[in-house]
């Protein structure tokens, strides 16, 4: 049984930063891709960040240039870093990863990201 486990989330001020992280219970390396995704009440689920087995990520429109994403193979962890925060990045942010033999996708639980204005 797969586990992503995220922390890091609360509430912040507009302009702030905060750093979500997400503990993985396998190595990351076995997963195609690891990242973020983020959904509000009555919206679906957004890419925010991804992060691929050979290093490459891939961002949302919304987030480019202020969010960045990293990994920590040692630790299998996932961490992202939001930096000036804007209202509309209020959500419930989730941990994801993919593999593809099998097919599979893996969810955490999600943490809340409030930012006010």
């Known amino acids: 049984q797969v586990q992503l486990v995220e922390s890091g989330g609360g509430l912040v001020q507009a302009g702030g930063s905060l750093r979500l992280s997400c503990t993985v219970s396998r190595s990351i390396f076995s997963f195609d891709a690891v990242g973020w995704y983020r959904q509000v009440p009555g919206k679906q689920r957004e890419l925010v960040a991804t992060i691929g087995w050979g290093s490459e990520t891939n961002y949302g429109d919304s987030v480019l240039g202020r969010f960045t994403i990293t990994r920590d193979g040692a630790k299998n962890m996932v961490h992202l870093q939001m930096n000036s925060l804007k209202p509309e990045d209020t959500a419930v942010y989730y941990c994801?990863?993919?593999?593809?033999?099998?097919?599979?996708?893996?969810w955490g639980q999600g943490t809340q990201v409030t930012v006010s204005s």
């Open positions: 994801h990863g993919r593999t593809s033999y099998p097919v599979n996708d893996f």
